[in-house]
């Protein structure tokens, strides 16, 4: 796929993949791949504030949608798949070279868990929500 873009784009595209150490096809695919879901993201957020019967606090959400799994998870490295997976939260395919997420664990054990990045930037979104805990404060 070819397209003309800006110069002053050109170089950011340049910088941002020069301080990533990545190919700048590779960030550009990111890039294109995070609007996409951003727009997906606008879309579904609109279409379930039209049906106020089928929305769910964010509380209800992540309970309906959590699995013993999920919560042996302390946290999310990510990677790109040498094998198709499926997101544990939304159900996703996770296509082979896509980037995803890999829950880490204290205890090894039990099948592989993934995230996709939408729902990954639903974890910061979420984090963003919650009040600061101080270091040492109870």
């Known amino acids: 796929m ?45 279409l379930n504030a039209a049906r106020p019967s089928r ?25 790109i798949l040498n094998r198709a997976a499926t997101c544990a939260r939304c159900d996703a395919g996770l296509a082979i070279g896509t980037n995803a997420y890999r829950g880490l664990r204290d205890e090894p054990g039990g099948p592989p868990v993934f995230l996709c990045s939408r729902c990954v930037r639903r974890l910061h979104q979420h984090a963003g929500d919650e009040p600061e805990k101080k270091e040492g404060a109870a």
């Open 55 to 79: 929305r769910f606090s964010s509380a209800a959400r992540s309970t309906r949608r959590s699995t013993p799994d999920l919560d042996e998870v302390y946290g999310w490295q990510e990677l």
């Open 2 to 46: 070819h397209t003309r873009i800006s110069e002053d784009l050109e170089e950011a595209l340049k910088r941002e993949a020069r301080r990533r150490r990545s190919p700048v096809s590779l960030v550009v695919r990111n890039v294109l791949e995070g609007a996409l879901d951003l727009v997906e993201g606008i879309v579904e957020e609109s």
